[in-house]
C-alpha cells in the first residue's frame, strides 16, 4: 500500500486542514500544501501522537479499524462502506460547515477525517478497483495493541478469531428428491441426437454472447420425450456440459459430436463420467449459470462482460465445504444466509453492486446491496437445485440439501468412489426391438441409436432396428456387415432371431428400389354423372389432375380453395374437412 505522503499527496487538499488539527500540526506558518503535507507525514508517523489519536477513537470505530487491518489492511470501497458508512465527499466550506472529525456522520468517515483511512485504486486482473486502505507506514505506528480488552485477564478476554458458521443439521427433510447419474444417459441420447441430426444451435435473447448456446426449439422439442429427466433447462445445461468438456463443439451455428473425445467419455466408467462431468462444469466459462437463474435477465455491457463463472463455482464449492454438515441434511436458507455475512461480495469484483444491468421478470433494475437475496441468494439456490443436483452431487427436498457421496467427494470432503459395474447385454426380440438397460455400456447405446428407430427413454431404453434406421446407417456409413457383427457380439454371440438376420441379409446389397410416397387430396362424388360433369367442364378441369375411377380424382395440392369456390358457383354443394 502507499505510504502516509503519497495517500495524503492524493487526497483532497481540502481535508489537509482538518487533518492538521486532529494530528496537532501547525499550518499557519506554511506556504502550500506541500508543505502541509511533509508537515502532516512526519506528525502522524510520530509514535506519541498516533496513540492519542488512536485513544480518540471509541469502541465501534476502533473495531472497523481492526476489521480493516484484519482484511490485510486494504478492503474494496463499496464493501468497506457497506459495512461501516459512507465516507462523504465536501468541498474546503462544507468541511468547515460540517466538521466531520467531530460530527462524522457514519464510522467510515471518522475513521477517514481522523487520517486513520485513505481512499485510492488498486490495478486487479478485472482492471482499476476502488479501495479504502491504511497506509504502511502509518499502520507500523499505529499502537494496534490497546483493545478495550487490555486490562482484562487472558481467560477472560474474547477469542480474536472470527468463529466460523457452521451450518446445522436437520434430522430429516420432506418431498425430498434424490440425486441420480442420469446425466450421463441423457447426455449419452443428446451425444446421439447429435451424431445423428447435426442440429441447429440457438442463442438465448438472454445471453447475448456466443458460448451461450442452446438447441433450435424443433430439436428440444424431439429430444424431451427421449429424456430420463425432461425439461429444457436441463437438456441446456447437458448442452454446456458437452460444450466445456469438450464433447461437442459449435460450428457453423451446429451442433457436432467431437468424435475421439466423446468415445473416451462414453467408454468411462459411470462413476469416472460424472467426475468429468462435475469438473468440466467447476471450470467453464461456457455455461455461465448467472444467466440460467430463473427470473433474471443480465444484459451485456459494465462489469458483467468480464463475468467469470468458474470462479463464482468455486467460492461456492469453497462455501459448502466450510459451513455443511458432510453427511447430514442441512437448511438451503441457513447456508445462503451464512454466505452473505461472512464473504456476500463472492462474485462481485471491488464489491461492486451498481455497474451490473440485471433486470428482473417486472423488467426493474435489480441494484445495490439491497438486491443481494435476489441475485446472489437466487444463484446460490439455482447452483443447488439445479447443476449440483442434476450432477448428481446433492440431494434436495424442502429448503434442504444434503451432500451425496459424488458431492463429498467432488468438495475434496472424500474420495472418488468407484463402485463396481456389472453391465448388462441388450435384449434383442424377434420383431427387432432392442431393450437396452442402463447398465449396459453408454458406448454400447450411442451405436444402438445411430442404426435403430429411436422409441422411448426409460430403463429399459427402447429401439426397433427396422429398414428406416438401416436405410440411416448407410448415410453415416455403417454397414449392415457392422451392424450384424455389432447385434452378435452385444448379445453374447446368440445367434439372430431368423427374421431380423433376413432383413439384415435383404438390405445387405442396399436397397433394391426406391419408391416415393406422397399425401394427395381426392375429390370424390356421388355418382360417376356427376364427376362426368366435372371432368368435361374446362373451368372446372384445370384444377384436378389424374382420374382415380368412376367417382374419384386427384386435386391438385394448391388449388382446392379455388375449386370449391369454382363448384359453388356451378351450384355443386361442397363437403370438405379442410
Known sequence: MPNINRALRESDTAILPILAGVWGVNVDKLMDSGEIIDALSKAMLNSDRAE???GLLDEKQRGALFML?????????????RLFGEIRRMGAAQIERERPDKNPSSLAEALYYYGLIAQGYENTGKGSSAIVYVPDDLLKVLPTHKTQYEHLDDEDAPDEEAESIAIESMPNATSVRAADTS?????TTLLAYIQLQTPALDLDQRMQQLSDYRLVQEDRDALAPLLLTPGEERLTFLLGLGLAAGLVEARGGHAHTQRAEARRWLEAPRADQIRRLAEAWRDSRVYRDLWHVPGLYPEPGGALDSYDPAVVRQAVAGFL???????????MDAFIGAVKETDP??????????SWYIRNEEGDYLEGFESWDAVEGA???????????????????????????FGRAFLNLASWPNPPEAPEKITLREDGTLLVSRKVPRIDRFQIARFTTW???????????????IARAGAQ??????????????????????????LLETWRAGPTTTVSMERLLILRTTSPEVLDKIWESPALRRYLGARLGEMAVIVRADQWEALRDALGEQGIQVDTPI
Open 379 to 405: 444463484l446460490l439456490e439455482y447452483t443447488l437445485l439445479g447443476p449440483m443436483h442434476w450432477l448428481g452431487l446433492v440431494d434436495v427436498g424442502d429448503d434442504a440439501a444434503r451432500l451425496t457421496v
Open 52 to 54: 492519542r489519536v488512536w
Open 345 to 354: 461480495d463472492f462474485q462481485r469484483p471491488g464489491g461492486d453492486y451498481d
Open 321 to 331: 465445504a466450510d459451513l455443511v454438515p458432510g453427511q447430514a441434511w442441512w437448511s
Open 69 to 81: 487491518i484484519g482484511a490485510g489492511a486494504k478492503m474494496p470501497t463499496p464493501k468497506f462502506e
Open 477 to 502: 456409413g455403417i454397414s449392415v456387415g457392422h451392424i450384424t457383427a455389432f447385434l452378435t457380439k452385444a448379445t453374447g454371440d446368440q445367434p439372430l432371431p431368423p427374421k431380423l438376420a433376413q
Open 455 to 469: 422409441f422411448s427413454a426409460g430403463d429399459p431404453y427402447t429401439y426397433k432396428l427396422d429398414p428406416r434406421g
Open 183 to 187: 446425466a450421463v444417459d441423457d447426455l
